[in-house]
């Protein structure tokens, strides 16, 4: 395949697609947004910053002519899928959506799930002690609770936030036993998370089952029609492959 192959998103499948493409001697251009401020980098050229919105990618497109674009983004990066599939459907750039899967609630789990960040803020509203693993996007949404609140995320989030927070900033992979003393050490009993999905901060999950705590969790955003979708990186290069041999096949 001829081209770097785009990829977008700073997740641990858009950096493994990267390093796969990398080590394969495939070009690869790795798209992040530019959102935290020391990102995890992946092997390959990176591109650091926004395209300005569907109209702004799709230039791009035009321009640079990539093979194809994998949108490796996070579940919840609704804005960037959806103009990623805008742009690829106005240049005709083949689009594959790489996406882990959801979490699987297991027998014994509390679990509540919700359609946003407001609901969920409704839901905690009644408990003393609040622990939100939302990440710092979207926290205003909980600023009107009166109980404690633990917020962890990467980078220091901005106001509002509740009244009464404790943050804790850190970076995944997290451990069950570092998870369950947080949460012992905080009293905390209910969590809040996005269905992210994936390992690298799961283990508050299982914590939270072996605690009795109950969790509420977000829906992932609905994908756009059409853009065919994957779960692991071994599909998304075979895609890759195959796109290859259609370009040179016509």
């Keep these: 395949m001829s081209g770097r192959v785009l990829v977008l998103g700073g ?3 858009a950096r493994r697609l990267a390093t796969a493409l990398v080590e394969a001697g495939r070009p690869v251009l790795s798209s992040l947004a530019g959102r935290v401020a020391e990102p995890l980098l992946p092997l ?9 919105g569907a109209a702004g990618l799709a230039a791009w497109l035009r321009e640079e002519a990539p093979p194809a674009v994998v949108d490796a983004t996070h579940p919840f990066a609704a804005g960037m899928t ?3 599939a805008e742009a690829a459907a106005a240049t005709g750039v083949p689009l594959l959506r790489l996406q882990r ?5 297991g027998p014994g789990d509390g679990w509540r799930w919700v359609d946003s960040l407001e609901e969920a803020a409704g839901a905690v509203a009644g408990f003393g002690s609040v622990f939100v693993t939302t ?3 979207g926290l205003a949404a909980f600023a009107g609770l009166e109980g ?5 995320s990467v980078d220091p989030p901005a106001p509002p936030l509740p009244r009464d927070v404790t943050v ?3 970076r995944g992979p997290f451990s069950v036993a570092d998870e369950t003393a947080l949460m012992r050490a905080h009293g905390v009993d209910v969590v809040v998370t996005k269905d992210s999905g994936g390992s690298m901060t799961a283990a508050k999950l299982t914590a939270a089952r072996h605690l009795g705590v109950p969790v509420v969790l977000v829906r992932r955003p609905p994908l756009p029609a059409g853009v065919p979708v994957v779960a692991t990186v071994g599909e998304a290069l075979a895609w890759l492959v195959e ?3 259609r370009r040179e096949g016509s």
């Design 11 to 13: 997740t641990g499948e």
């Design 44 to 52: 390959g050229e990176v591109r650091i910053g926004g395209f300005g």
């Design 82 to 84: 959806a103009s990623a």
């Design 101 to 105: 899967p959801g979490w699987t609630a």
């Design 135 to 137: 990440g710092r996007q």
């Design 148 to 152: 404690r609140c633990l917020v962890r």
């Design 168 to 170: 804790v900033l850190a």
């Design 243 to 245: 796109i290859g041999s």
